[in-house]
């Protein structure tokens, strides 16, 4: 994908393909082929459970920003035979309000000896003299990841649509002391008070990951440096690494380059192991060429997430049209493989968020773009409803398969609120373990969506707060285990805790986003978001339901919930 910045009178463009394999429930490395699926065209696309607002291609296999010259450009990982990982070329997307996209031809495909083998994720600058170029990690004959560049066949074309290759690829080797197999995902280039261009390759070194350095002055020779930009012992390959710098005390975003004044920088890496995204905020120093993350801010998988459901290899690029940073993830599939291949697609992408610091400069909040409210339809409202223990009531009025709720909930009576281990901090095994069935104190109380009119299909969105001898602890889950009566499908539970003072405020702010079989969510104003992907038989269409419920001993106040029937854009 795509996104340009400014930099002192050049725009660096971002590019970036997400990669991982979707359509298997198993948790998989991310560049697996199936050689026995993948050439299987789709016969027809099945729209049961066809997102509506969702980016999603025409048909088979997605995963998968860059704004330039008034456009933004999705590119993407894309099997043009089959609805699972392999065949990959670099689709391409455009839009003007990122609502809308409009396909154009593949721009990338593999085509010569050192991308032959693959062409992967990558990244793209604009040089001096308003020239783009693509570094994008191709897999040569000898099965190397290398890294290559890309320049664009017509500067006169404001949608860039067709890339050459030079000869001279690659421009970036592994030497000895890089693992050819596991060295991929150029970040975003960033440049320094001396002229030298920047980028970080994903890699490890054993079980430490890592993000190899480079530095060049005219993107094409580069040389590595003495040492990487940051690693972490233990957390295995980095796959996907995005590295960017964030305001202090302000919501705008920066371009990459920005170092100086009062700025912190973000490290995201895609933990191959466990599949899932991390962060940490911390420090930059351009003349050491190092990041060091806060000493509150985890590097490991116990840390920070963007999203503590269904999220990977995602990427944010700088948005100067209305100066914000925008991050945009993958959302795989969860049924099995032989599903993908019968319904013809696999994969979308979650809705674009703005993302920002936080007040305490300790974690990031997530937002979906306002572009996304020009989609709202009719509205439904409610205010000040009581749900005590065991109660529930209906969203009546829109077609709730395809909703954007906003609601609040004020929360009484904390002295009921479970104890806690001050020390616990595994927030997925307290859901899988107190889940929306499990009656507790406070909680759980939130939303069920997808709902069959029977109640049999379900998919929970709730909270539950616990106390400790010093404070009350919020959890934020996703539940989809009775969120369809198929069979074969990966339903997971997924929590995170949600950094609110529950006793001061009272409140808990929630946002849904619910599509067909896509549910994403947006607790505390967006300091905890967890997505599932669901896949319920009966509650699909004008079959499905939506209520907010209460299993827990304290009263619980809905003092306001709207609702909006989302519309459908054109999606490709």
């Given at each position: 994908m795509g996104v340009s910045e400014v930099l002192g009178g050049r725009v660096p463009l971002l590019l970036f393909v997400l990669f991982a394999r979707a359509g298997d429930w198993a948790s998989e490395a991310s560049h697996r082929v199936f050689p026995e699926y993948q050439d299987h065209p789709a016969a027809r696309v099945g729209g049961r459970h066809r997102t509506?607002?969702?980016?999603?291609?025409?048909?088979?296999?997605?995963?998968?920003?860059?704004?330039?010259?008034g456009v933004y450009h999705l590119f993407y990982q894309y099997n043009p035979k089959g609805a699972v990982w392999g065949n990959i070329v670099w689709a391409h997307s455009v839009s003007t309000d990122l609502v809308n996209w409009t396909p154009l031809e593949p721009a990338i495909f593999p085509s010569e000896p050192f991308d032959v083998n693959g062409c992967w994720s990558g990244s793209a600058t604009i040089l001096p003299g308003d020239k783009p170029v693509i570094l994008y990690t191709g897999v040569d004959s000898l099965n190397r990841q290398v890294q290559n560049i890309a320049f664009p066949k017509n500067l006169s074309d404001p949608f860039l649509r067709e890339w050459v290759k030079p000869g001279y690829n690659p421009v970036i080797a592994p030497d000895a002391g890089v693992n050819a197999s596991a060295f991929r995902d150029p970040t975003t280039a960033w440049m320094t008070g001396d002229g030298h261009w920047h980028v970080a390759v994903g890699s490890k070194r054993g079980q430490r990951g890592t993000v190899v350095l480079y530095r060049s002055r005219d993107f094409i020779d580069w040389v590595k440096a003495k040492h990487p930009l940051h690693s972490a012992a233990g957390t295995g390959m980095w796959e996907c690494p995005d590295f960017y710098p964030v305001a202090l005390r302000r919501k705008n975003g920066l371009d990459?380059?920005?170092?100086?004044?009062?700025?912190?920088?973000?490290?995201?890496?895609?933990?191959?192991?466990?599949?899932?995204?991390?962060?940490?905020?911390?420090?930059?120093?351009?003349?050491?060429?190092?990041?060091?993350?806060?000493?509150?801010?985890?590097?490991?998988?116990?840390?920070?997430?963007?999203?503590?459901?269904?999220?990977?290899?995602?990427?944010?690029?700088?948005?100067?049209?209305?100066?914000?940073?925008?991050?945009?993830?993958?959302?795989?599939?969860?049924?099995?493989?032989?599903?993908?291949?019968?319904?013809?697609?696999?994969?979308?992408?979650?809705?674009?968020?703005?993302?920002w610091l936080d007040d305490g400069g300790e974690q990031l909040v997530q937002w979906p773009v306002e572009e996304l409210e020009t989609l709202r339809g009719k509205e439904v409202r409610a205010h000040n409803v009581v749900l005590r223990k065991g109660r529930y009531f209906e969203i009546n009025g829109i077609r709730t398969s395809q909703t954007d709720v906003e609601m609040t909930f004020e929360v009484r009576g904390l002295e009921k609120a479970e104890r806690l281990d001050a020390g616990w901090t595994d927030a997925e095994s307290l859901c899988r373990w107190n889940g929306p069935d499990v009656r507790g104190g406070v909680g759980p109380f939130g939303l069920w969506v997808l709902a069959s009119g029977d109640l049999r299909e379900r998919t929970a969105v709730f909270f539950r707060v616990f106390r400790t001898p010093h404070k009350h602890v919020v959890l934020m889950c996703h539940d989809p285990t009775r969120s369809t009566t198929a069979a074969g499908v990966w339903k997971p539970s997924f929590g995170g805790l949600l950094n609110v003072d529950i006793k001061k405020d009272g409140k808990i702010s929630l946002r849904t986003l619910i599509d067909a079989s896509v549910v994403e969510s947006f607790g505390g104003g967006g300091r905890t978001c967890i997505t599932s992907r669901v896949y319920p038989v009966h509650a699909v269409g004008d079959n499905a339901h939506l209520l907010a419920f209460n299993n827990g001993e304290a009263t619980v106040k809905v003092s306001q919930l709207r609702a909006w029937q989302m519309g459908s854009p054109a999606m490709n």
């Open positions: 509506g607002f969702h980016f999603q291609p025409p048909m088979h296999w997605i995963n998968g920003p860059m704004y330039y010259k990459t380059s920005a170092s100086a004044g009062s700025v912190k920088h973000v490290l995201k890496v895609s933990l191959d192991v466990t599949r899932y995204d991390y962060y940490t905020v911390g420090k930059y120093y351009p003349a050491a060429a190092r990041y060091v993350p806060d000493s509150g801010s985890v590097d490991d998988r116990t840390g920070l997430r963007y999203d503590y459901g269904n999220f990977y290899a995602s990427k944010t690029f700088f948005d100067p049209a209305k100066n914000r940073r925008i991050l945009w993830g993958w959302s795989n599939e969860s049924d099995s493989r032989s599903s993908d291949v019968a319904k013809g697609w696999a994969g979308v992408q979650t809705i674009p968020r703005s993302v």
